[in-house]
């Protein structure tokens, strides 16, 4: 019958869209993931001992044994992760819910906050815009971008489609950029904490140990625009606002 026959194909497309969604929300998730530890490890937030080269949870200790090592290249990168406990902990906890937020297209941007232990002061911001594309419970969210004489609403196009291996790329690509921005942010010069902010839909269902918290953002900050990356379901820009150097 026709009508079943529409049926089902809208069916199938519906299933294969979530599925194309949750690979996407996965690449998505952990590059955030990834670029925590980068920035902390980069920026000096934590000291060089307390991170490690990740290690692909893929191979068992006798897998290591026979490969000679443990340590894999991530984006084609020797990516360096946290093995301070209390970061872990921390960073499992978010990306875990993040993870769920994703996949339901929940999430708007995730910022990274460095800031300085001793005045409070805010002193670099890293932010990630999310945008999500080919959801028809979503609508897209405006880009804004501001200059010093002009405010300027686009609405972002949706990205073209890219293999798994283009995607890596351009994470990688950005990966290099986050790591060459030692040459530009003004260095932390007094011991330094970070928080994660992570921007919700107001109808996400928050977990009890969650709070509010204001946009924690850079006084007198300058902004420099870093690369974007696609995937077929979402695109992440991304920014640094730091504090000039007195």
Known sequence: MPSAALST??????????????????????????????ILFQRGVYPPEDFTTYESPKFSPGQWRAHGTPHVKKYGLNMMTSCDDQVKAYMKKIMSQLSKWMQKSKISKLVIVVTDKETGEHVERWQFDVNIFNDPTKSPKPRTTTTPNQENTATPAP???????????????????????????????????????????????????????????????????????????????TAVSYRLAE
């Open 159 to 237: 990205p073209t489609e890219k293999s798994e291996a283009e995607i890596q790329q351009d994470i990688q690509s950005l990966f290099r950029q986050i790591t060459a921005s030692v040459t530009f942010l003004p260095m932390l010069s007094s011991p330094c904490t970070f928080n994660v902010l992570v921007y919700a839909d107001a109808d996400s269902e928050v977990p009890l140990e969650w709070g509010d918290s204001d946009a924690k953002e850079v006084k007198n900050g300058e902004k420099v625009v870093l690369r974007s990356f696609s995937t077929g379901n979402h695109r992440v820009d």
């Open 9 to 38: 194909g809208s069916s199938d497309r519906s299933k294969l869209h979530k599925l194309a969604l949750k690979g996407s929300s996965k690449t998505i998730v952990e590059f955030f993931d990834f670029a925590c530890n980068t």
